[in-house]
């Protein structure tokens, strides 16, 4: 007798601090968790992992 197989869910992406759209999709991830849109939930979190966090020179800096 074999025992099932066990799924443990991925865990999700964390935003990173002070990054702007992180802190957007990770405040949509909320809302969409709680009217139960598990594809909403996925988009934030595809959102939060995927964009770019470089960190872009300042303007005027050469």
């Known amino acids: 007798m074999s025992t099932p197989e066990v799924r443990v869910p991925a865990l ?8 702007r ?3 957007a999709a990770a405040r949509r991830r909320e809302t969409a968790r709680k009217t139960a849109s598990v594809i909403s939930v996925r ?3 595809i ?16």
């Open 12 to 19: 999700e992406p964390v935003p990173v601090e002070g990054c």
């Open 21 to 23: 759209i992180c802190a």
């Open 43 to 45: 988009a934030c979190g």
């Open 47 to 62: 959102t939060i992992s995927q964009h770019p966090h470089e960190n872009a020179p300042e303007k005027g800096a050469a």
